[in-house]
Nanobody, 123 residues
Framework: QVQLVESGGGLVQAGGSLRLSCTIS????????MGWFRQAPGKERSFVGA???????NYADSVKGRFTISRDNAKNTVYLQMNSLKPEDTAVYYC?????????????????WGQGTQVTVSS
C-alpha cells in the first residue's frame, strides 16, 4: 500500500521560510509524479506545484519565484521549500502523488495523498 507522510509545518512570520517534507512508501518516488496542494480556511483546495519525475517542475503563478519543489530519490522524499512567505500562504498543505501527468491542477486526478500539515504565516 502507498502512504505519504508529511512534516515541517508550523508558524512563521511574513517574509520567513519553511520547508515541508513528504516521504512516500510502497512506491518509488523516482517513478511518481509528486505535487503539493493547499487549502486555506473556507477555501477550495488549490494547486501549488508539481515535480514531474526528476525532469521538470510546474508551479502556480501565486508561488512562482518563492516556492521550490525538489526530490531526494534515495530517501524517497519530496520537499517544498517556501521562501518570502505571506499571510495569504496560510493553509493546510497536502502532498500528493500520481502515476501519470494528466491535468496537474485538478486534485481529483491525483492518486495518493498525505495527511496534510498546517502552515501559518503571521503578519
Amino acid at each position: 500500500q502507498v502512504q505519504l507522510v508529511e512534516s515541517g509545518g508550523g508558524l512563521v512570520q511574513a517574509g520567513g521560510s519553511l520547508r515541508l517534507s513528504c516521504t512516500i512508501s510502497g512506491r518509488t518516488i523516482s517513478s511518481t509524479t509528486m505535487g503539493w496542494f493547499r487549502q486555506a480556511p473556507g477555501k477550495e483546495r488549490s494547486f501549488v506545484g508539481a515535480s514531474i519525475r526528476a525532469s521538470s517542475t510546474n508551479y502556480a503563478d501565486s508561488v512562482k519565484g518563492r516556492f521550490t519543489i525538489s526530490r531526494d530519490n534515495a530517501k524517497n522524499t519530496v520537499y517544498l521549500q517556501m521562501n518570502s512567505l505571506k499571510p495569504e500562504d496560510t493553509a493546510v498543505y497536502y502532498c500528493a502523488g500520481r502515476y501519470g501527468i494528466g491535468t496537474l491542477g485538478r486534485s481529483s486526478d491525483w492518486n495518493f495523498w498525505g495527511q496534510g500539515t498546517q502552515v501559518t504565516v503571521s503578519s
